[in-house]
């Protein structure tokens, strides 16, 4: 690992690296305690050197990490269900919303999950503002490449022309709940179809016809994700929130197929 590298030489391994950012991600632990954390296994294994505050920030955030490793290989057809939820940003709660009027800001983490399995196999991260609609092409490309898209499941949120046409493109069965709003009139013929056959045969019927509540999985996932490492992330800057969130994905993945 040392061979040829400039400067200072590493005195913990890759693999305690990636060691050491499990539990800071699982544990939700600081910089400074993770340094510690070191100093106690330097007691228990003398061989074992300590480490560094800036030492570890640096090693942890270059770490090259594919959350898509632990993936369980398939070639059948398979089911995604897409959505999204709000990842705090470390300590912008309330308080700051209180004391300066400031609206809190949170990114927003978009899963694409295996209805069977429970793996997440595509992900993207934006901020707030950011449509569920505009992210959806990079869920199902970022998908079909871990596995074979058949169908996307969807609450009302993908409910867009653009996305029947986008899958219908890519001969991907859409199942989106249509809106309460949702017209006849619409010029794309999968949307009109969804929203003639709900209006004839009622929610629940519809529901049960197309396999809707496989989308239930995706709300297990970020329920599980959500258990496993709190609503907020440790980092501040988006770029690093980025790497901290591949990074808990890669986890998440690894345990649900443990």
């Known amino acids: 690992m040392n061979e040829g590298r400039p400067g200072p030489r590493y005195k913990l391994a890759a693999s305690i690296i990636q060691l050491l950012s499990a539990i800071r991600y699982l544990y939700g632990l600081p910089y400074r305690q993770l340094e510690g ?63 300066h009027g400031k609206k809190r800001r949170y990114v927003k983490l978009h899963f694409a999950v295996n209805t069977v399995t429970h793996e997440v196999v595509a992900m993207e991260i934006s901020t707030d503002d950011m449509h569920d609609v505009k992210t959806l092409p990079g869920l199902v490309e970022g998908a079909g490449r871990n596995v074979r898209v058949a169908r996307v499941l969807g609450d009302g949120a993908y409910d867009s022309g653009k996305v029947y046409g986008f899958l219908e493109g890519r001969g991907i069965e859409a199942v989106i709940k249509p809106r309460r709003n949702s017209r006849l009139g619409t010029r794309c013929p999968g949307r009109r179809l969804a929203v003639g056959r709900i209006r004839e045969v009622g929610y629940e019927a519809w529901a049960r016809l197309t396999g809707y509540g496989g989308r239930w999985a995706v709300e297990t996932a970020y329920s599980s994700f959500k258990r496993l490492f709190g609503e907020c992330s440790l980092a501040r800057s988006f770029e690093n929130i980025v790497r901290e969130l591949v990074g808990k994905v890669a986890l998440y993945n690894m345990l649900v197929n443990m």
């Open 37 to 99: 954390y070191t100093r106690i296994l330097h007691r228990l294994v003398p061989d074992l050197p300590r480490g560094d505050y800036s030492g570890l920030r640096k090693r942890i955030l270059r770490l090259s990490v594919d959350p898509y490793r632990s993936l369980r290989e398939t070639n059948e057809p398979v089911s995604i269900a897409v959505d999204s939820t709000g990842i705090s940003v470390h300590k912008a709660g309330g308080w700051i919303e209180r004391r």
